[in-house]
């Protein structure tokens, strides 16, 4: 899991609706928690459709659908 590929960039999301929609009206949200994510989702105002969002979801390093890691194990195997 500790190979070259698994090291992405640090890019600097919360700026990228700064480059793209320079005149309209946006806003930039970041999340680390499940909860954070569901208080945000459930959120009036963030549900107001005037403008546009980007969330950024903090999730673990190697954090993956189960479906992706099973199928990780398998072409591990394969390939060996």
Do not use: C
């Not at 928690?33 to 979801?57: C, H, Y």
């Amino acid at each position: 899991m500790e190979k070259e590929y698994n090291n992405i960039q640090p890019w600097n999301f919360s700026k990228v609706l700064e480059l793209f929609a320079t005149n309209h009206e946006y806003e930039n949200i970041k999340v680390s928690t499940q909860g954070e994510l569901d208080d945000l989702l459930n959120d009036d105002e963030f549900n107001e459709d005037d403008r546009i969002r980007l969330i950024e979801v903090m999730i673990g390093e190697f954090d993956a659908p189960q479906n992706l890691i099973e199928q990780a194990r398998i072409s591990e195997k394969i390939n060996e």
